[in-house]
């Protein structure tokens, strides 16, 4: 049975997954792993899928890895890059992890246009073969690209010029995603990627996000490009990103410096505020441009808002109770869900809020250096004046 999606294209069928989805999803999975550091690709990894609900499983081979996804009847199919490894094994080998596999994410919804998402991801392929001299692979991932690059690199944890600074290979990973994208990478990827978080996705698995639903969010039509697929294989090539580590030492430093100066801006004014403003009981507390977001449903940046705006406000400054919190966010995601359809399950928000601690929402005049297409968004929704 096939469908038809609303543009008249044939959609993929949605009935149980047929052996052609099956055999793309083996020929994918197994595309994928020649991407991995030969050394560790018989380590266990994680998988995840949508039927896990983003949940990481730990996989010791092939098969498992399949049987999970057929689980998942395909939809949202994800292996990590990086094998996984316990304390006790890092502390009995010595090993480093190091930055052996890239990933740079371009998703679509975060660009004016089509042409500008495009030119964008011409010009990522393009430093690629500048600045490393190789050719990634590139795949369709159902609302944007990733580009998957093989390389070495060696520890940054054994420099001692980079012991000042937390975690610096993964660090590293950040900095050759935004140095490949010219900065236009995912934000929210490129800010919380890691060594245990670097998901990819398969060729010829389908993306749930990307998939027609009805009101009770069943599948009721797949269209063409719900399908991850491989627009450019990558050249084989696993080449040396060592000499990139100067450039990645500078560019930290810069962070840091930014991340004081606003870090001072910001207590200046919250300790300013909390003089003249602020002597009310807590659950009088109000910023008016976060009341007027929790208002105004948007269809971009919702997670975003979610973990660093809604949860610490409504915890730490409103004084709420978590399943307070939890509901008015809840009642603010269903409303974005109208204007466009999420894509991460809200489920997550209980995860945020258990780790909001005794953070503060980002300072409005901090926004627009750390989420400048947020930022611009609530301006054109009368949101922040």
Known sequence: MTTTTTTGTPAIDIAIPTIDRIQKVVEGLKFIITHF??????RPRTISTYKTGGKQIVVNNFEEAMTRFKAAKFYD???????????????RTGLRLTSSLLLCDLDKEHFRTAE????????TLLNFRKILGSTPTQLWTGSGYHFLQPQSAIALETIEDFNQFAGPSRKFLQFEEWLMTDGKADQNHNRTVSFKNCMLRIPGSLNFGACQRNDRDEIIGIPPEAEVRIIQHWDGNRPSANHLIPRCYMWLKAAEIKDMQRRIEADKISRYKSRKYYQRPSREKRFQWIENLLNKPIHDHRYYCTWRIFAPYLINVRGLSKQEAFNIIQTWLVKCSYVKRLNFPTEKVNDVLNGVGDFYPIARLNLEHDNKLLFELLKNEGVIY
């Open 77 to 91: 199919c994800r292996i990590s890059a990086y094998p996984v490894y316990n304390d006790e094994y890092i502390k």
């Open 116 to 123: 500008e998402f495009e030119a964008t991801a011409k010009k």
């Open 37 to 42: 550091d030969p050394t560790s690709d018989n």
